[in-house]
């Protein structure tokens, strides 16, 4: 079981940045892929990006490609999302979670953090 939290959330301006956090901790927690996932109100849990165990692999989904970057520090057991030109639309709470393999299929993942609020204001 790995535990995550996740932090770096807040409010921002339409063209704004900022930089989650993904801290992990527990047994082989660099071991884990880590994926971010968004949820709007009234919305479904959707994927952001993802990256492998040892950062061979990442992913970003197309509608953020370009704007946000998945990184990993596994020396600080934390998993970043860079998030740059942010739009309105990108207001959900964010979510990170752990998984053997990365992918952005919510119900994959077991170990989840509590979430950050993300708020873009137009």
């Known amino acids: 079981q790995v535990q995550l939290v996740e932090s770096g959330g807040g409010l921002v301006q339409s063209g704004g940045s900022l930089r989650l956090s993904c801290a992990a901790s527990?047994?082989?927690?660099?071991?884990?892929?880590i994926g971010w996932f968004r949820q709007a109100p009234g919305k479904e849990r959707e994927g952001v990006s993802c990256i492998s165990g040892r950062s061979e692999r990442t992913y970003v989904e197309d509608s953020v490609k370009g704007r946000f970057t998945i990184s990993r520090d596994s020396a600080q057991n934390t998993v970043y999302l860079q998030m740059n030109s942010l739009k309105p639309e990108d207001t959900a709470i964010y979510y990170c979670a752990a998984d053997y393999d990365c992918n952005i299929v919510p119900n994959d993942y077991v170990d989840w953090g509590q979430g950050t609020q993300v708020t873009v204001s137009s």
């Open positions: 527990g047994a082989a927690a660099d071991y884990y892929a």
